[in-house]
Each structure stands twice: as structure tokens, then as C-alpha cells.
């Protein structure tokens, strides 16, 4: 990185270009840009925070250079609520999806990388059967896992598909808009909450009434979002939607659990009626060292399936994904041990991000 010392900080003091920052981070293939007062900006790379070489930053530059990537709106959310969300993209340093935030008074920001062409499923290696889940017509596919795990780009992949091969009408619901889609079979319409929307809620309600076939919602965060898009799914949409949760069952535990307890049966029936997929994820460094590798834990609504979410028993929900492999449903441990037997990924990541450990190494 020593490069970057002299070519972003050979001003001394003076604040270093965002746009600099930002298209050496691409160069870099950093897929995030971190600036926070007190220290040098900081790129990710293969998952690994890198410093650059830079004096650490003065309050004023890193309001400075944060703000030149901020409209008036945004700086008045950022006022009101002490964060907000947004896109930034130019010529010259492509497209970011972008957090701004209070820190001890200063502002501080996080800066994630967006491709500007969508990946095909076949680069990301998202298994064929979860991709054919477009063509379902009606019921709720969910795609989990942690901050970073490249969630949305699986559904760009796949909203993406779809309008390629779909004469359908698909609404995506995001916060903020991260890959733009263009028209290509199917009409696409992409809202934003806060500039084009109130909030996901409103326009979630207000996208059943725009006769959509396909619905994307950025995440499911509260039991309104929970709560209407459950019914988008069982009025004749194709929703697909965003969950922080590792594994099949947690996902279905923790939709559950967002019901008052005089709802959760009932709401366990509609699950178990309108559930396609959970599709968990996570990115692991690969052994070359070049970049991340998506493992996947891939569940389907079988009849099974079905069955033991509206009987409670999602503690059973992991052996079932086990013995149902001639179906396309793996479990994320299972993934992760292939990966490493083809050689994709190391002994000590797979035991990392492994959820049972003591079985991966028995297996190993």
C-alpha cells in the first residue's frame, strides 16, 4: 500500500479527494471503504481491514471528503436521525452503497462497493435450483446471512434473471437502491426509501396495488415488513426478501418470534402454506487468496418442510435439509466441507465459519 501513500497523501494535510479514494479502492478490489476520524481511511480487501498510508484524519476532512459524496436531503437525515443510508456513484468511481454516521460527535462512514454489472448466477455460484425459484408464481424466498455476506448481489443475480426471461412486473423496495436494473423482458420499477418512499411498510402496501408479479424487499425488518409481505405472498406474488440470520431454522425461529404469541400458530400455518426457499450464505476467503468464496445452506419448501415448520419443529428442520440432497437442499456445513475438499477454501476456514465444528472435524 505504499503507493497509496504517495499518491493520496502527498498534500500533507490538505484533505485528501474522496473520488481518489474511492477509485484506487476499486483498483484495489477493496470491497469496502472505511473513513473515521482519528485514523487513516481504511480499505477491505479479501475481507481484511488495510490501512492506507495517510496522516489520520482531522475532523474537517473527514466531514469534508463525506460530504462531497452527500446531497442536502442526505445531510439533513444524517441532522435528524444521526445516520443515514444512500448511493453514490460517478464516472469515475462507479456505484456505492454508502452509511454516514455520528461517531463521538464527528462524522464517520462506510462505503460498500456495488458492481455496476450484475453477476451472472453461474460467477457467484448460486446453485441452479435456487436460481429457478423466478419462476415460481406465487410464495416467499428468503436470503440470509450477516452484514457482508453478499445477500443483495444473490438477489440482483436473480431479479435479474428473471427480467430476462420473464414478460412479469417486477417491483424492488430497497434502502438503498444497490443494482439498477434496466428494462429488458419484464418492466422493472425500483423504489428508494426516503426519497421515493416513506418507509418499506408504505411501500410495500402501496406495491400490491401496482399489480407486480415479483416483488423485491430490501430486508424484513420489523413485524409490519414480516407481516405484509407474508400476505403479498399469499395474495398471488413472488416476494423475495432479506433476513440477518444463519441457517434455515433460525430464520424461520426468528420470523415466528416476531408475532405477538396469540399470532405465532397462526402465522406458522401461512409460513408453512407460502415458504419456497431460505437460502443462508456466507463469503469465506479463498485459499488462493484471491477474494471470497459463497458457501451456501439451501432449504426448500418441501412437503416436510412444510410439515415441521407448522408443527414447531424447526430443531428437526437441519436433518431434514440433510437427507434431502437429491432435492438441491444442502446444509452450509456440508457446503463449506465440499468447498474444502475441492481445495476452494482452507481447513482453518472451514472450521471458522462452520456450525458445528466438532462434526467438521470429525468429517475432516
Given at each position: 500500500m505504499e503507493e497509496t501513500g504517495d499518491r493520496e497523501c502527498e498534500r500533507g494535510r490538505k484533505m485528501i479527494d474522496i473520488k481518489e479514494l474511492?477509485?484506487?479502492?476499486?483498483?484495489?478490489?477493496?470491497?469496502?471503504?472505511?473513513?473515521?476520524?482519528?485514523?487513516?481511511?481504511?480499505?477491505?480487501?479479501?475481507?481484511?481491514?488495510?490501512?492506507?498510508?495517510?496522516?489520520?484524519?482531522?475532523?474537517?476532512?473527514?466531514?469534508?471528503?463525506?460530504?462531497?459524496?452527500?446531497?442536502?436531503?442526505?445531510?439533513?437525515?444524517?441532522?435528524?436521525?444521526?445516520?443515514?443510508?444512500?448511493?453514490?456513484?460517478?464516472?469515475?468511481?462507479?456505484?456505492f452503497r454508502v452509511n454516514v454516521?455520528?461517531?463521538?460527535?464527528?462524522?464517520?462512514?462506510?462505503?460498500?462497493?456495488?458492481?455496476?454489472?450484475?453477476?451472472?448466477?453461474?460467477?457467484?455460484?448460486?446453485?441452479?435450483?435456487?436460481?429457478e425459484l423466478y419462476k415460481k408464481k406465487r410464495g416467499l424466498v428468503l436470503v440470509t446471512g450477516p452484514t457482508g455476506s453478499g445477500k443483495s448481489t444473490t438477489l440482483a443475480s436473480i431479479i435479474n434473471k428473471a427480467n430476462e426471461n420473464l414478460t412479469d412486473h417486477i417491483i424492488t423496495l430497497e434502502d438503498p437502491i444497490e443494482y439498477v436494473h434496466h428494462h429488458k423482458k419484464s418492466v422493472v420499477n425500483q423504489r428508494?426509501?426516503?426519497?421515493?418512499?416513506?418507509?418499506?411498510?408504505?411501500?410495500?402496501?402501496?406495491?400490491?396495488?401496482?399489480?407486480?408479479?415479483?416483488?423485491?424487499?430490501?430486508?424484513?425488518?420489523?413485524?409490519?415488513?414480516i407481516s405484509t409481505a407474508i400476505t403479498a405472498a399469499e395474495t398471488g406474488h413472488l416476494v423475495f426478501s432479506t433476513l440477518h440470520t444463519i441457517g434455515a431454522a433460525n430464520t424461520i425461529d426468528r420470523i415466528?418470534?416476531?408475532?405477538?404469541?396469540?399470532?405465532?400458530?397462526?402465522?406458522?400455518?401461512?409460513?408453512?402454506?407460502?415458504?419456497?426457499?431460505?437460502?443462508?450464505?456466507?463469503?469465506?476467503?479463498?485459499?488462493?487468496?484471491?477474494?471470497?468464496?459463497?458457501?451456501?445452506?439451501?432449504?426448500?419448501?418441501?412437503?416436510?418442510?412444510?410439515?415441521l415448520i407448522r408443527e414447531a419443529k424447526t430443531h428437526q428442520i437441519q436433518s431434514t435439509i440433510q437427507t434431502s440432497r437429491q432435492m438441491g437442499m444442502i446444509t452450509l456445513d456440508d457446503h463449506l466441507f465440499e468447498l474444502y475438499k475441492e481445495g476452494a477454501i482452507s481447513r482453518e476456514n472451514a472450521l471458522i465459519y462452520a456450525q458445528d465444528q466438532v462434526a467438521m472435524k470429525k468429517k475432516m
Amino acid at each position: 500500500m505504499e503507493e497509496t501513500g504517495d499518491r493520496e497523501c502527498e498534500r500533507g494535510r490538505k484533505m485528501i479527494d474522496i473520488k481518489e479514494l474511492l477509485t484506487f479502492s476499486v483498483e484495489q478490489k477493496a470491497s469496502d471503504v472505511h473513513i473515521a476520524v482519528g485514523i487513516p481511511p481504511k480499505l477491505r480487501i479479501n475481507g481484511k481491514l488495510i490501512e492506507v498510508e495517510c496522516p489520520p484524519l482531522e475532523p474537517m476532512d473527514a466531514a469534508e471528503m463525506i460530504g462531497a459524496t452527500m446531497n442536502e436531503r442526505h445531510k439533513q437525515i444524517l441532522k435528524e436521525r444521526g445516520e443515514v443510508d444512500f448511493s453514490f456513484d460517478s464516472d469515475e468511481t462507479g456505484r456505492f452503497r454508502v452509511n454516514v454516521f455520528m461517531d463521538r460527535g464527528n462524522m464517520a462512514a462506510a462505503y460498500r462497493r456495488v458492481e455496476t454489472v450484475i453477476p451472472r448466477p453461474d460467477q457467484l455460484g448460486i446453485p441452479s435450483e435456487v436460481v429457478e425459484l423466478y419462476k415460481k408464481k406465487r410464495g416467499l424466498v428468503l436470503v440470509t446471512g450477516p452484514t457482508g455476506s453478499g445477500k443483495s448481489t444473490t438477489l440482483a443475480s436473480i431479479i435479474n434473471k428473471a427480467n430476462e426471461n420473464l414478460t412479469d412486473h417486477i417491483i424492488t423496495l430497497e434502502d438503498p437502491i444497490e443494482y439498477v436494473h434496466h428494462h429488458k423482458k419484464s418492466v422493472v420499477n425500483q423504489r428508494e426509501v426516503g426519497m421515493d418512499t416513506l418507509s418499506y411498510g408504505n411501500a410495500l402496501r402501496a406495491a400490491l396495488r401496482e399489480d407486480p408479479d415479483i416483488i423485491l424487499l430490501g430486508e424484513m425488518r420489523d413485524l409490519e415488513t414480516i407481516s405484509t409481505a407474508i400476505t403479498a405472498a399469499e395474495t398471488g406474488h413472488l416476494v423475495f426478501s432479506t433476513l440477518h440470520t444463519i441457517g434455515a431454522a433460525n430464520t424461520i425461529d426468528r420470523i415466528i418470534d416476531v408475532f405477538p404469541t396469540h399470532q405465532q400458530q397462526q402465522t406458522r400455518v401461512q409460513l408453512a402454506m407460502i415458504l419456497e426457499g431460505v437460502i443462508s450464505q456466507a463469503l469465506v476467503p479463498a485459499e488462493d487468496g484471491r477474494g471470497r468464496v459463497a458457501a451456501f445452506e439451501v432449504m426448500f419448501g418441501s412437503a416436510a418442510i412444510r410439515s415441521l415448520i407448522r408443527e414447531a419443529k424447526t430443531h428437526q428442520i437441519q436433518s431434514t435439509i440433510q437427507t434431502s440432497r437429491q432435492m438441491g437442499m444442502i446444509t452450509l456445513d456440508d457446503h463449506l466441507f465440499e468447498l474444502y475438499k475441492e481445495g476452494a477454501i482452507s481447513r482453518e476456514n472451514a472450521l471458522i465459519y462452520a456450525q458445528d465444528q466438532v462434526a467438521m472435524k470429525k468429517k475432516m
